[in-house]
Structure formats: C-alpha cells, structure tokens
C-alpha cells in the first residue's frame, strides 16, 4: 500500500531515507543520499554527484536536515526531496 503521508510528515519521519536534487546557484545539479547508519545510531549525507560520504555524523535526521538549511540551503535556487523506499 502507498504511503498516504503528505510531504512535510515522511521528510521528518525518522525511519524514511531520503534523497534531494538541488540547483545551484550557478546551475549545476548536486544529487545527495541523507541515510541513517546501519545501526540506525546517526544519519549522514551522501554527495551522489561527487561520490563523497560526508564525514558529518548526525544524532537524528531532523538534525541533519537542520544542518543542511542553516549552512547551504543558501547555495541553491531550488532543492526537491524525495523518499527512498525501504
């Protein structure tokens, strides 16, 4: 069965993994993995685009998230999330 939770309810949910594409300012496109441990003990952030594993380790999702507005949301004109299927 579909998940019938809106947008702004699975993007905080802390078990959903999520991925976003995000335009930069100068128009590139960065595609990233935010993605709990193995055991499930911190989230980090994936650069799909670069192949790099941010070495940032994060107690909740909602942190990481909060990390991501406060130090590059900036950067870019537009940023589209989705969820990744478990």
């Not at 905080?12 to 993994?17: A, E, G, K």
């Not at 993605?35 to 107690?59: E, M, R």
């Not at 004109?77 to 299927?85: A, M, R, T």
Request: aromatic content about 14%; glycine content about 4%.
């Amino acid at each position: 069965m579909a998940d019938q939770r809106t947008p702004s309810e699975w993007i905080y949910d802390s078990d959903t993994p999520l991925k976003f594409k995000g335009v930069l300012k100068d128009g590139r496109l960065k595609e990233f993995l935010l993605l709990p441990s193995k055991d499930k003990s911190y989230w980090q952030f994936v650069n799909i685009t670069s192949g790099h594993i941010c070495l940032c380790k994060f107690a909740t999702k909602e942190k990481a998230l909060e990390d991501f507005v406060n130090n590059y949301s900036g950067k870019y004109e537009n940023v589209i999330f989705s969820k990744l299927l478990k």
